[in-house]
């Protein structure tokens, strides 16, 4: 019997034909203008630009100069539901992750009261099959209350619709718990995906450790925090043989650690997020609290070895590890603020400026890496391809955009990219083959 | 007024929230101001009225009895109208956020709002906030800008210009603002800067901030003044050091350790015999009690040329002091 694991709001069934588009499929032959036919919320015929009949009824969008992708999938999101509603809902979640191209979210426990347990799951899981514009799916946690002491009914969590589990937020600090849940996972299954800290050496640090926060005069948070946790928990997995996902990797020991313990064999994986592949701990020196995050942002030889680890597959996906704080919340001093920031809407945007645009990674292998979550988690790879679900992004790469402080689906706006101008608009998402985000000049164009 | 060296860091000198607000010249420029409010302080009428009808708020959300005192004394000799508030009064006992608090205070139209806060960046915030000069008076561990003027001006007075004397900043170097403020200000007016202190107590990466240094004070001996700072008793329940008796018998400053020719500074206030010994406080060489006489008048000068300053030469004092005198 399968389970059900991603969940949300019905709608109709897309009937749309996008036309001449320059379609891209990272995983296949497709790079070049297509008329691309979605039928009954799949991808019915691919065709030369130009050659496909609208068929009666359909939509037709004019795609001429824009790219079309498969939609983005991100493993790791915060949605704050239940019990911090006024930073983000399902409901406001899913349609941000809509406007940024996504066709599927994959939400943390962290909430209030933590997920731990299938009741509330399965509550969790109603909401989004009632609310959710794009696929959302649940991680609960490892431990229950996050607490670290005692194990999840990890099993009836995944007979719940369970995608996997993490402490995310936190650490799994004692090895031995951490290693009773790997052993548990060959009953329930599920990746357990790991947020990477060492609280003895982070303390109270709030920023990198390193010569910036030596300047500003506050705690620091040492890379070695991280990496050294990295590869404490590798070596776990591999003794038990057991699937672990890094999340949100920020550093060269890290990744040096993620790909020595894959070159051994081990079944690990890991993320990364736009953030730290594009900004380093000097934008702290604002002492503007949108640059906090955790991890924090890390120096250039950090970012360097991130985008080096992204480009080789050490690193497998892009996640965005969005955190929406509500603006009071992020207006108090650096020290006080919480920690996270903003990013399903800026994601892609952010890549292709920062990254594409300049020729340090091409094109097709971002869309890659932001489509690859899907398959960390065991759950298909959204493809273009005659016979695969409609999950589509169609952008305008010439178009630019500043990023604001409001205007977001978003019920928060902590983006640490305010004030950047970007280039690259999405027009159009269709996830699970249901149209899930439509720019207004798209309309127009219909 | 133009910048004494055509830079643009001055010309936009509205508020003072770090070191780095001022350059080389900005800060000579405070500093002579300084010393002609020195003079009138040695007045029996010790007031100007450059500041009269305008309004000095001091909001102090840490406890602090040098600071806010030499703020309050300084404003009130400039003929300010002072309002303190200290934290355990304002409503941020009530969670009243410290924006909210700006907005009240803004009520008020205040010329200047000097506030010290527990952490970094709080001054910044509030410079955002309010169309006042807004002073840092020490934010979270991050400076203590004019603590660091006040400092410079105690050393230029003793020794002229500060270029090329070694300092040596000794002790919990990673819990100070006053050393991040004194490492930058000292570099900049030409000094050479050592820090030193237990390894534990030195933040990694401090050598970017222009200093370098050295792990014991073995090397003491080539130091022109040595800056002592203030050890505070928790950071050895939080283990940063084994000990006081460790600490004292490896950091502490006294007549052993200093050389006839060297001058002693301390921030305040003094854990005595911690960090250093009585026989070192109260020796010749200690500049402790000048530092603290420097703190009015240099925070007479940062206020003046905040609220006064644009526009005015030097001798826009020695006509205010003229005025205070025909007032007398």
């Given at each position: 019997?399968?389970?059900?694991?991603?969940?949300?709001?019905?709608?109709?069934?897309?009937?749309?034909?996008?036309?001449?588009?320059?379609?891209?499929?990272?995983?296949?032959?497709?790079?070049?203008?297509?008329?691309?036919?979605?039928?009954?919320?799949?991808?019915a015929e691919l065709g030369a630009s130009g050659t496909l009949p609208a068929p009666d009824g359909a939509d037709v969008v004019e795609g001429e100069g824009l790219h079309l992708f498969p939609a983005f999938f991100d493993p790791h999101v915060h949605l704050r539901t239940p019990g911090q509603e006024h930073k983000e809902t399902l409901a406001s979640g899913t349609a941000a992750a809509a406007a940024g191209g996504y066709c599927g979210i994959v939400a943390m426990p962290n909430t209030a009261p933590a997920l731990d347990s299938a009741p509330l799951l399965r509550a969790l899981c109603e909401q989004a099959a009632r609310?959710?514009?794009?696929?959302?799916?649940?991680?609960?946690?490892?431990?229950?209350?996050?607490?670290?002491?005692?194990?999840?009914?990890?099993?009836?969590?995944?007979?719940?619709?369970?995608?996997?589990?993490?402490?995310?937020?936190?650490?799994?600090?004692?090895?031995?718990?951490?290693?009773?849940?790997?052993?548990?996972?060959?009953?329930?299954?599920?990746?357990?995906?790991?947020?990477?800290?060492?609280?003895?050496?982070?303390?109270?640090?709030?920023?990198?450790?390193?010569?910036?926060?030596?300047?500003?005069?506050?705690?620091?948070?040492?890379?070695?925090?991280?990496?050294?946790?990295?590869?404490?928990?590798?070596?776990?997995?591999?003794?038990?043989?057991?699937?672990?996902?890094?999340?949100?990797?920020?550093?060269v020991e890290s990744v040096e650690a993620l790909a020595a313990w894959k070159a051994s064999g081990a079944r690990v994986?890991?993320?990364?997020?736009?953030?730290?592949?594009?900004?380093?701990?000097?934008?702290?020196?604002?002492?503007?609290?949108?640059?906090?995050?955790?991890?924090?942002?890390?120096?250039?030889?950090?970012?360097?070895?991130?985008?080096?680890?992204?480009?080789?597959?050490?690193?497998?996906?892009?996640?965005?590890?969005?955190?929406?704080?509500?603006?009071?919340?992020?207006?108090?001093?650096?020290?006080?603020?919480?920690?996270?920031?903003?990013?399903?809407?800026?994601?892609?945007?952010?890549?292709?400026?920062?990254?594409?645009?300049?020729?340090?990674?091409?094109?097709?292998?971002?869309?890659?890496?932001?489509?690859?979550?899907?398959?960390?988690?065991?759950?298909?790879?959204?493809?273009?391809?005659?016979?695969?679900?409609a999950n589509l992004a169609l952008l305008d790469l010439a178009a630019e955009w500043e990023v604001g402080g409001r205007g977001y689906a978003s019920k928060s706006a902590n983006s640490c990219f305010e004030g950047r101008t970007l280039h690259g608009v999405v027009r159009l998402t269709v996830a699970a083959g249901l149209l899930a985000h439509r720019e207004a000049t798209v309309e127009a164009l219909a | 007024m133009t910048p004494l060296d055509g830079s643009r860091r001055d010309e936009a000198f509205r508020h003072l929230l770090s070191i780095d607000d001022l350059d080389r010249a900005g800060i000579e420029r405070i500093l002579d101001r300084a010393v002609s409010f020195a003079e009138v302080a040695g007045r029996e009428i010790k007031k100007v009225p450059a500041l009269r009808g305008r309004t000095v708020v001091n909001l102090f959300y840490e406890a602090s009895t040098r600071t806010s005192s030499s703020f309050e004394l300084a404003a009130k000799r400039l003929s300010a109208d002072v309002v303190s508030i200290r934290a355990t009064t304002s409503s941020a006992t009530k969670g009243e956020s410290l924006k909210d608090e700006i907005a009240t205070?803004?009520?008020?139209?205040?010329?200047?709002?000097?506030?010290?806060?527990?952490?970094?960046?709080?001054?910044?915030?509030?410079?955002?906030?309010?169309?006042?000069?807004?002073?840092?008076?020490?934010?979270?561990?991050?400076?203590?800008?004019?603590?660091?003027?006040?400092?410079?001006?105690?050393?230029?007075?003793?020794?002229?210009?500060?270029?090329?004397?070694?300092?040596?900043?000794?002790?919990?170097?990673?819990?100070?603002?006053?050393?991040?403020?004194?490492?930058?200000?000292?570099?900049?007016?030409?000094?050479?800067?050592?820090?030193?202190?237990?390894?534990?107590?030195?933040?990694?990466?401090?050598?970017?901030?222009?200093?370098?240094?050295?792990?014991?004070?073995?090397?003491?001996?080539?130091?022109?003044?040595?800056?002592?700072?203030?050890?505070?008793?928790?950071?050895?329940?939080?283990?940063?050091?084994?000990?006081?008796?460790e600490y004292t018998a490896r950091y502490q400053v006294n007549a052993a350790r200093l050389r006839p020719h060297q001058l002693l500074m301390h921030p305040g206030p003094v854990n005595r015999g911690v960090e250093l010994s009585a026989d070192a406080i109260d020796s010749p060489q200690a500049l402790i009690a000048q530092q603290v006489e420097a703190g009015v008048v240099v925070r007479m000068a940062v206020l003046y040329e905040l609220l006064a300053g644009s526009g005015t030469s030097g001798s826009a004092v020695a006509e205010a002091g003229a005025e205070a005198v025909a007032l007398a």
């Open positions: 019997m399968s389970v059900a694991r991603l969940f949300h709001a019905p709608a109709a069934a897309a009937q749309l034909l996008i036309r001449g588009a320059h379609a891209l499929d990272p995983r296949g032959e497709l790079d070049a203008p297509h008329d691309v036919l979605v039928r009954d919320g799949a991808i609310e959710a514009r794009v696929p959302v799916g649940f991680m609960p946690a490892i431990t229950r209350g996050l607490a670290g002491s005692e194990l999840t009914e990890m099993a009836e969590l995944r007979d719940a619709g369970a995608l996997g589990f993490t402490d995310d937020g936190r650490p799994v600090v004692a090895a031995g718990m951490l290693r009773r849940a790997l052993q548990y996972q060959r009953l329930c299954g599920g990746v357990l995906a790991l947020h990477e800290e060492d609280p003895s050496l982070s303390g109270q640090g709030v920023m990198h450790e390193g010569a910036v926060s030596a300047r500003l005069g506050m705690a620091g948070i040492p890379s070695i925090s991280e990496s050294t946790m990295v590869a404490r928990d590798a070596a776990i997995a591999a003794y038990e043989q057991a699937r672990v996902h890094f999340q949100h990797l920020s550093c994986s890991g993320e990364v997020s736009p953030h730290h592949l594009t900004l380093t701990d000097e934008a702290v020196r604002s002492l503007d609290s949108r640059f906090k995050m955790n991890p924090p942002l890390r120096t250039e030889a950090d970012r360097q070895a991130l985008i080096a680890g992204l480009r080789d597959g050490t690193i497998e996906c892009v996640a965005t590890d969005h955190a929406p704080h509500a603006r009071h919340e992020k207006e108090v001093p650096f020290e006080e603020a919480p920690m996270g920031v903003t990013g399903l809407e800026t994601a892609f945007p952010v890549l292709y400026t920062d990254l594409v645009l300049p020729g340090v990674l091409p094109l097709a292998l971002v869309v890659e890496r932001m489509t690859a979550g899907a398959a960390v988690l065991d759950l298909p790879t959204p493809r273009i391809a005659v016979g695969e679900p | 205070l803004t009520a008020y139209d205040p010329a200047a709002i000097v506030i010290r806060s527990p952490h970094a960046g709080a001054a910044q915030l509030v410079a955002r906030w309010t169309d006042a000069a807004v002073v840092n008076a020490g934010d979270g561990k991050h400076e203590h800008p004019t603590q660091a003027l006040l400092d410079v001006y105690t050393l230029r007075r003793r020794l002229g210009a500060l270029d090329e004397k070694r300092i040596w900043i000794v002790g919990d170097v990673l819990h100070s603002r006053v050393a991040r403020s004194d490492i930058l200000a000292f570099v900049r007016m030409g000094a050479e800067v050592t820090v030193s202190g237990p390894p534990t107590l030195i933040p990694r990466g401090i050598e970017a901030l222009g200093c370098t240094v050295a792990p014991t004070l073995d090397r003491l001996e080539e130091a022109d003044v040595v800056y002592v700072l203030r050890m505070q008793n928790e950071r050895m329940n939080e283990a940063y050091v084994p000990s006081l008796r």
